[in-house]
């Protein structure tokens, strides 16, 4: 079965810290993906990436970078956490125009106190 | 810019019954493609179906069925036959060009609750 994993399922940090979110695809997808979810807004694009080392802002990429060093593996660093990035967040992964959509890991939940 | 609207936040149904959960979407792209997400209570999104802009039948995928409408710029989910274990969130999106890859744009979400 194939997968998306992300390392934690809920996190617990403090205003200020670096943050790695780490993710991991079994599928040899060329595309990962971080969102962020939040009630009322849906899910919006953080960053992506296309290939190793490539990568591309999406629509609320401040606050964040990410590190793509092999295809398997999209990591999210939250440089200096703050309250405001409390949220779910959802890596996923896919191949360039399926009709599959993207493949989903379970989740992180995170909160900056 | 592509965008997605969902205009129910919430929509109620009997077991058994026939639902439709609207979705219109904004794109100047000849080419792209409509999907539906399933989110329960757990959190887990899961791909439920997808309609191609060429697409001249409308996708069917079980109990799911797109009502796609490509003049109105309308892509509904429709599910017959509503079971308790279809409550979650529902959410549709569209695959949008960016840079040399495609990203997905989602809605914010309907929430649908089936009740007994």
């Known amino acids: 079965d194939v997968k998306v994993t992300q390392s934690s399922r809920y996190l617990v940090k403090r205003t200020g810290e670096k943050v790695f979110l780490e993710c991991v695809q079994d599928?040899?997808?060329?595309?990962m993906f971080w969102y962020r979810q939040d009630p009322g807004l849906g899910l919006r694009l953080i960053y992506f990436?296309?290939?190793?080392?490539?990568?591309e802002k999406g629509d609320i990429p401040e606050g964040y970078s990410v590190s793509r060093e092999k295809k398997e593996r999209f990591s999210l660093i939250l440089e200096s956490a703050s309250t405001n990035q409390t949220s779910m967040y959802l890596c996923?992964?896919?191949?360039?125009?399926?009709?599959?959509?993207?493949?989903f890991g379970s989740g992180t939940r995170l909160t900056v106190v | 810019a592509q965008k997605i609207t969902q205009t129910q936040p919430g929509m109620f149904v009997q077991e058994k019954e026939a639902v439709t959960l609207d979705c219109t979407y904004d794109?100047?792209?000849?080419?792209?493609?409509l999907f539906w997400y399933k989110q329960p209570s757990s959190g887990e999104m899961i791909f439920l179906i997808y309609?191609?802009?060429?697409?001249?039948q409308n996708a069917t995928e079980g109990r799911y069925s797109l009502n796609f409408q490509k003049a109105r710029k309308s892509a509904n989910l429709v599910i017959s036959a509503s079971q308790l274990g279809d409550s979650a969130m529902y959410f549709c999106?569209?695959?949008?060009?960016?840079?040399?890859?495609?990203?997905?744009?989602f809605g914010k979400g309907t929430k649908l609750t089936v009740n007994p």
């Open positions: 996923a992964s896919s191949l360039l125009g399926g009709t599959y959509g993207y493949t």
């Open positions: 599928m040899d997808h060329e595309n």
């Open positions: 990436s296309y290939d190793v080392k490539m990568k």
């Open positions: 794109t100047s792209d000849q080419s792209y493609g």
């Open positions: 309609q191609g802009s060429y697409d001249e």
């Open positions: 999106a569209m695959r949008a060009p960016q840079g040399g890859s495609e990203k997905l744009v």
